[in-house]
């Protein structure tokens, strides 16, 4: 029978709020464990940020040197825009390999020294204080702990499509899988127009393959205010992408050894698109609580799988907690580090419950990292309409094409969008589709968090020419 191991504190998974928490708790001198099935570091530094920022770093170069021109620049025997060159897809993905092994090994080594009990292996819960974790060679460990915070996250949804059984399973991508790829696809299509789909059909265009987005919705990115997701899709058609919107993959059919056939049905009827060469289904994701065992634990789960919790991270289980993409959206990075601050706090504090920090009323920052960047923060202008039917809303929308730091470089697409309060100015979202249009977002996300109104951005002085200047002239735009 196997001996329990007794801990202060478990944590389930290494995402990038796990692994702080577990170095913080050990380095107060909590016996602490970390349970971890894959990588350390969880999605962020080897499935999501890392790896996929570093690829669409690739992209952009590609795009540059097909704009040389523009600038006046030429490689040999180049006179217009070309892609005569080469795209090295063993480079790209060893580089992003190489980056993604830094970031993991910095985590592992951070682990190590503050003296947290790494274990690798799967996590199935017993009861509420006692997890089973099994390990390849079929054998397992009993871990009891005082505190458990669960952080497993999500995965790629399966895919759906009648014919996949006839198609190569190489040739069926999520989106971690095509992130592997050692040629570029002849012909790629994306089975959604959200934030993964988009950012990779625009990577994949640029460094040479044929693209196709279907989307089943009216708009990309369905979140989105309708004129900055319009904008998008110009852009993005702009750099010869195929989109169809409102549009739903029915069937697929091998056309050769190497090419199939996808029936789309559309608005306007069934059309056929040919010689696809691979899929990425990039249609949404599932949480990781299938293999947990959580009703041993009594944990609730939402309709969707979702591990329920109130604003300060706790479960329907007294000594179980959850932070991360596991409790459900929004799925950032960002958020789930500040599910840390809070955890960080309260976990294991002597003061009253719920008198320290929660995630109630937490500004969320997000970047979409297309080119140009799409950047919000705080409420869409019909949120904040349905939010504050009592108040006057006025919004301010101007073209990047207005900004002079855009224009010198060549960079004008896209637009910014306000929302204010009208009576006492206060900014309730910005939005910047827009080059660097992440560090736009978060100068008004300061401005935000410090509940200054928009008139304090308007008369601030910014250095000439920075993009920041925008600021300045934003707010004469509001109706």
Partial sequence: MATTTHYDAIIIGSGQGGTPLAKALASANKKTALIEKEHIGGCCINEGC???????ASGRVAHLIRRGPDY????????GPTNDFTVSMDKVRQRKRDI????????????????VDVVRGEARFNDANTL????????????????????????????????????????????????????????LVVIGGGYVGVEFGQLFARLGSKVTIIQRGAQLLPRE?????????????????????EARATSVTPSSAETFNLSVATQSGNEIVTNVTHFLFAAGRIPNTDHLNTDAAGIELDVKGYIKCNEFLETSVPSIYALGDIKGPPAFTHISYDDFRVLKVSLFSDSLA???????????????????????????EGEAREQYPGIRIRTATMPMSYVARALETDEPR??????????????????????????????????????????????????????????????????
């Fill in 50 to 56: 890392t790896p996929t920022k570093t690829m669409i």
């Fill in 72 to 79: 006046g620049i030429h490689v040999p025997g180049q006179i």
């Fill in 100 to 115: 993604v092994s830094s970031f993991r090994s910095g985590s592992e080594k951070g682990l190590d020294t503050a003296g």
């Fill in 132 to 187: 089973k974790v099994l390990f390849p060679d079929g054998s397992h460990r009993l871990l009891w702990g005082e505190k458990i915070v669960v952080n497993v996250g999500c995965r790629p949804a399966p895919p759906k499509l009648d014919g996949l059984e006839r198609i190569r399973k190489d040739r069926l991508l999520d989106s971690t899988s095509i992130q592997e790829l050692g040629e570029l696809p002849g012909h």
């Fill in 225 to 245: 205010d309708k004129e900055i997701a319009a904008e998008l899709l110009d852009i993005l058609r702009d750099e010869c992408l195929m989109i169809y919107l």
């Fill in 354 to 380: 719920h008198s320290g920090p929660s995630v109630k009323d937490r500004l969320v920052p997000y970047v979409v990292y297309t080119d140009p960047q799409l950047a919000h923060v705080g409420l869409h």
């Fill in 414 to 479: 896209g637009m910014m969008k306000a929302v204010v309060n009208a009576d006492d100015g206060q900014i309730l979202g910005f939005t910047c589709l827009g080059t660097e249009g992440g560090e736009l977002m978060s100068i008004v996300e300061v401005a935000m968090v410090a509940k200054l109104p928009y008139w304090k951005l308007q008369n601030a002085v910014f250095a000439h020419p920075a993009f920041a200047e925008s600021l300045n002239n934003l707010w004469g735009f509001l109706k």
